[in-house]
């Protein structure tokens, strides 16, 4: 088992930064996708920025066209954790935030289906 614990949400106005941390512990393993999705009141959960955790910290990174750059994921290998910078925050950027987990991915990586371990979500909200 995986778990995975999401931190650093919170209010800011438009234009606003913050840097969210999800930190995998339990039978992690080396070589995983890890990832942010998010989910606004009557939406589904879309894919945020993914990113291959690979040895060495060789990793392969996706970020959806609405948060190519203002948000960026990275990680800090040795502490089994991958980060989120989102710069430029927009009041549609409101949404509840997931670290999501998987050793495979076979198809898109922002398929929320594909993966198999969750956070319980960190809150951000982006007033204007």
């Known amino acids: 088992q995986v778990q995975v614990v999401e931190s650093g949400g919170g209010s800011v106005q438009t234009g606003g930064s913050l840097r969210l941390s999800c930190t995998a512990s339990?039978?992690?393993?080396?070589?995983?996708?890890m990832g942010w999705f998010r989910q606004a009141p009557g939406k589904e959960r879309e894919g945020v920025a993914v990113?291959?955790?690979?040895?060495?910290?060789?990793?392969?990174?996706y970020h959806a066209a609405s948060v190519k750059g203002r948000f960026t994921i990275s990680q800090d290998n040795a502490k089994n954790t991958v980060y989120l910078q989102m710069n430029n925050l927009k009041p549609d950027d409101t949404a509840m935030y997931y670290c999501a987990a998987t050793s495979t991915l076979l198809g898109s990586p922002f398929n929320p289906t594909q993966y198999d371990y969750w956070g319980q979500g960190t809150q951000v909200t982006v007033s204007s």
């Open positions: 990113m291959f955790t690979g040895v060495a910290g060789v990793g392969r990174e």
């Open positions: 339990g039978d992690t393993y080396d070589n995983k996708w």
